[in-house]
């Protein structure tokens, strides 16, 4: 199959729009990461989902959805008052509410679960897709299985060439993380993915929210994931990656260090660092993740496809505190690195 790579135009979008109502799949932009969507109503359009990613059957995905009306049939029963008040502040935007589910959607959607997971994206492309499609999205991240979501049209082509039709680039992604996910079937809402939505932003508007203990550490044995995705190693460069945390000049030190000695034993060192660290680690190869968390959120995935490409097999982290985005952060660059994190001696 050819794919095509267009700019985002309303011919375009047209174009986009009828592929997804023939059962095909589009690559398209979103404010967190590029999406991988089919008509999530049309239960073998989405299978195509799962076979293109190598996805896991039993991971389930988002439906996309570009007004507030298009809600109501996707879920059983009304949104409650803290899902309202969500979705009055957040929506559009980068959060995703989990609801019982209508029969409307396809278990292939939800993996076999009771609950559907919605969001309705801040993206202008986004949005004029969905109403292209007149019917709501099915979307993961635009990535193949286990690789890091793609923030670029350009990451997904590195992806998906040859298995999908189109993709529509709309630019870099102003978030660059994925959505948060909140569960909202229980008696608070319980965040099961951080992003770019805060705990601190959810609290304040519903009142309270729980954070799922899984977000911050490996699942145990045994143990059943409330969010199937969060079982799966994601993000993961090829090269061990290893998170330094604690004082600034006790990381720098300890990162030197450890590069120092894979490079000793021929092993091929990179550092990721923020912007403003750089010039301490002198002539060691050393990439930028910005200037601050919110930076981290934008560069983090691009730079692990750039460790990938430079060919690093040692990789080498600073942190960063793990509230506001910064959770959502650590929990990203926690999982690529199978939460190897280090502690940094003063
Ligand atoms: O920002 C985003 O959310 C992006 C863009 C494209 O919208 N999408 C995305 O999708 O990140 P994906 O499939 O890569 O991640 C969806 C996550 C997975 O961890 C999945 O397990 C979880 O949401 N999820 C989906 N439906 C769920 C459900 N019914 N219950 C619990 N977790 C669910
Ligand atoms: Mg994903």
Redesign the pocket.
């Known amino acids: 199959m050819q794919t095509e790579l267009l700019s985002v135009t309303p011919e375009a979008i047209q174009r986009a729009g009828e592929l997804i109502r023939q059962g095909q799949l589009v690559g398209f932009p979103?404010e967190?990461?590029?999406?991988?969507g089919a008509n999530a109503l049309d239960a073998d359009a989405v299978k195509r989902i799962f076979e293109a990613k190598g996805r896991p059957g039993d991971?389930?995905?988002?439906v996309?959805i570009s007004r507030i009306d298009q809600l109501a049939p996707l879920i059983s029963g009304e949104p409650s008052p803290a899902a309202k008040a969500l979705m009055d502040a957040w929506w559009p935007g980068?959060m995703?509410l989990?609801f019982p589910?209508s029969d409307v959607v396809p278990m292939d959607v939800?993996?076999g679960?009771s609950?559907?997971?919605v969001?309705f994206?801040a993206h202008p492309a986004a949005q004029a897709l969905i109403d292209a499609a007149q019917r709501p999205i099915a979307?993961?991240?635009?990535n193949r299985s286990g690789r890091p979501?793609p923030t670029t049209a350009a990451h997904v082509m590195e992806d998906m060439d040859g298995r999908i039709p189109l993709i529509l680039d709309g630019g870099a992604c102003e978030v660059g993380l994925?959505?948060t996910?909140i569960?909202m079937t229980g008696s608070e809402p319980r965040i099961?993915?951080p992003?770019g939505v805060t705990p601190e932003m959810i609290a304040q508007v519903a009142g309270s929210a729980g954070v799922d203990p899984a977000v911050m550490r490996p699942l145990k044995e045994g143990e059943v994931a409330?969010?199937?995705?969060?079982k799966y190693r994601h993000y993961a460069p090829t090269g061990a990656l290893t998170i330094v945390k604690g004082a600034d000049g006790a990381v720098i030190r300890k990162i030197c260090d450890l590069y120092d000695a894979a490079l000793e034993v021929g092993n091929r060192p990179l550092i990721l660092a923020l912007e403003g660290h750089l010039p301490a680690y002198g002539d060691r190869k050393a990439l930028s993740l910005g200037a601050d968390a919110a930076g981290m959120a934008h560069a983090l995935f691009a730079r692990l496809r750039d460790a990938d490409e430079i060919g690093a097999d040692a990789l080498f982290s600073e942190a960063v505190a793990a509230d506001g985005v910064g959770l959502a952060v650590m929990n990203r660059l926690g999982r690529a690195a199978a939460f190897h994190i280090v502690e940094a001696d003063e």
């Open positions: 979103t967190t990461v590029y999406g991988l991971n389930p995905l988002i996309h980068p995703t989990i589910k939800t993996a679960l609950t559907v997971a969001r994206p979307a993961p991240s635009a979501s994925e959505s996910v569960d099961l993915r992003g409330r969010s199937p995705g969060m």
